[in-house]
């Protein structure tokens, strides 16, 4: 039992549902595992485009788009966590400035042409690989994500280590708030540029107490008789009809880039 705890104990609303957005919608109540194959799926189709069948790259976003708005998700929430690319969009931005070969002017300035075809083409893929993410983190609860990687067969071995990661995170994020509130409440400056030496001291010392606690459990579970597989996690199949749903984002991008592909 205290393995089964330490596996699927993921408190809500902390840091590992910290990306979760709460709302009543039809690509909320999929199951993990066929939003995760549509997902990888919808990535590999986005990946396969080349730079020649360009408008399948709207296309590809208008389907985003409709899955945003079929999730009720904030549009103002998705554009703030679209910042996680930002070092996509700088090396994308560098890109005709370094590679070689025939340089064209853009705005004045000459660039290379193969470098700015495949600034404009990685930026394109980056950003809509990222929005599939976004719209995956913001539907799917982290213990539901664990059942759908076991549901997909993952080794048990890495749906353990995932699962632990999962939980010290939200442990340690907790831990990180506590202190901040902690020093705020004994005078501490809330000014970033001010407080990196105790914060510095806050993480390594969160660090320590985690790495620690995981000993504890450990043989807190050894004592409890685990003799080496974890136990599984319950979780339903998912129907035909959920599996169609799912699908369609990947089937449609599919479509969409053959009929690219003949068109260009």
């Known amino acids: 039992m205290a393995a089964t705890h330490a596996i699927a104990a993921v408190r809500p609303s902390t840091g590992a549902d910290a990306l979760l957005i709460r709302r009543e919608s039809v690509v909320h109540r999929l199951p993990a595992q066929v939003k995760l194959v549509a997902l990888l799926a919808f990535v590999v189709v986005v ?97 539901a994500m664990l059942v759908g990687l076991e549901r997909l067969h993952l080794p048990g071995v890495l749906v353990a280590i995932i699962s632990f990661a999962v939980r010290y995170l939200s442990i340690a994020s907790d831990d990180l708030e506590r202190s901040r509130i902690a020093r705020l409440a004994r005078g501490g400056s809330g000014r970033r540029t001010t407080q990196l030496r105790s914060v510095a001291g806050t993480v390594g010392s969160t660090f320590v107490r ?18 080496g597989p974890m136990p599984v996690l319950s979780g339903r199949a998912p129907t035909a009809a959920e599996w169609r749903t799912a699908l369609a984002l990947p089937g449609s991008a599919l479509v969409v880039l053959v009929v690219a592909l003949v068109v260009t």
Do not use: C, N, Q
Request: aromatic letters at 6%.
């Open 210 to 227: 985690t790495y620690e606690r995981g000993e504890r459990v450990h043989r807190a579970m050894l004592a409890r008789g685990l003799d």
């Open 47 to 143: 990946v396969a485009t080349p730079a020649r069948a360009w408008p399948a790259f709207v296309a590809y976003a208008s389907l985003l788009a409709a899955a945003v708005w079929l999730a009720r998700l904030p549009v103002a929430a998705v554009a703030r966590r679209m910042l996680v690319e930002t070092p996509f969009v700088v090396f994308a931005l560098l890109m005709p400035f370094v590679a070689s070969g025939p340089t064209v002017d853009v705005l004045g300035l000459s660039v290379s042409r193969s470098g700015l075809v495949g600034g404009a083409l990685l930026l394109a893929k980056a950003t809509l690989g990222v929005v599939a993410a976004i719209i995956l983190a913001a539907t799917t609860d982290a213990r």
